[in-house]
């Protein structure tokens, strides 16, 4: 879950930066691991669809409360962040569906060929020049997307609908982070509920679509069964984990923040491959490698412009 500011970062001393750098670490590397809950509670009975849209409403219920509070308070709820939040939390939500739907390696590869569609976003819609970095960038991410696929060989399989799921997730997420960027800043609970508040909405949308791989609505007994380990999942992992991530990315400088976002890839790629019996072979492995490299290729060729003095 990858994002980048334009803006300087706040200038704060090194020691004032190490709880926010552990608290990203952290939660990337642990964000990897996401395809672990979500497939555990669809053992619980719950379509892949309805399991993507616990995760998200569960959460928005823990934090509704609070949001309630600061609302009475007049302070600003994250509410009014529609296009971030349908963006970013329905980016991620099509993103849990897939690993669902496909193979775990493929769908996080898929999905990590994000840098691509944030490199032609900044050159097509921000006007950003094509630099080498980028270039380079774009050869490596679209080489690993086609080596995903099929490469020379063809693709190996039709696309399914966890493939497809997993690249629209990639270019949802570009289109967030580019909407985030040019945005003003604002606080991390904000931005934490309108994650799952509009994420819900677009999950919702998403389980009710005629696509029999999303399963059907659960009953009363399933929901009985899946509500314990969506509320634990949801109290335990995202909320915390996702909280971490946005508050820690407010105060770490842009290029050492992405570095550190590509654990998400290095850990969900490399957990997929040891506690999956899915496929997993040379194609997985360069695909994975020239996706991670692209990312990388993109954070250490971005310069931020200086910043303006008085």
């Known amino acids: 879950m990858t994002t980048r500011h334009d803006h300087p970062a706040m200038t704060t001393a090194p020691s004032a930066r190490t709880g926010p750098l552990l608290a990203v ?13 979500l497939r555990l509670i669809r053992e ?20 509704l409360p609070l949001a309630l509070w600061r609302w009475w308070r007049a302070r600003p709820t994250g509410a009014s962040r529609v296009v971030a939040g349908l963006l970013t939390g329905g980016a991620v939500a099509l993103y849990s569906d897939s690993v669902l739907l496909t193979d775990v390696a493929r769908a996080l590869i898929l999905f990590y060929v994000a840098p691509v569609w944030s ?14 970095a980028r270039v380079l960038s774009l050869v490596l991410g679209l080489a690993g997307l086609f080596v995903i696929l099929g490469g020379a060989g063809g693709i190996s399989r039709p696309p399914n609908a966890g493939d497809i799921m997993a690249l629209m997730a990639g270019l949802i997420w570009a289109l967030g982070t580019t909407r985030v960027r040019t945005a003003p800043d604002t606080g991390t609970f904000e931005n934490v509920f309108a994650f799952f508040l509009y994420g819900s909405a677009l999950a919702l949308l998403v389980a009710l679509l005629p ?13 009985t069964a899946a509500l314990p380990w969506l509320t634990l999942t949801a109290a335990g992992f995202l909320i915390p984990v996702t909280w971490g991530l946005l508050w820690g990315s407010s ?6 923040l992405n570095i550190i976002l590509q654990l998400e890839a290095v850990v969900g790629i490399g957990s997929a491959a040891l506690l999956t019996s899915e496929p997993f ?12 490299a692209a990312g990388l290729v993109d954070v250490l060729g971005h310069r931020p412009p200086p910043p303006v003095t008085d």
């Open 119 to 132: 490199t032609l976003l900044e050159i097509t819609v921000m006007g950003r020049s094509l630099s080498a």
């Open 251 to 256: 105060v770490i400088d842009p290029g050492r």
């Open 281 to 292: 072979g040379w194609v997985e492995i360069t695909g994975a490698l020239l996706v991670v």
């Open 44 to 63: 619980s009975g719950l379509g892949p669809g309805f399991v993507t849209l616990g995760q998200f409403a569960v959460p928005v219920v823990l934090l």
């Open 211 to 223: 696509v029999a791989a999303l399963g059907a609505p659960p009953s009363a007994a399933q929901m």
């Open 25 to 37: 670490a952290l939660a990337a590397a642990v964000w990897g691991l996401l395809w672990l809950p």
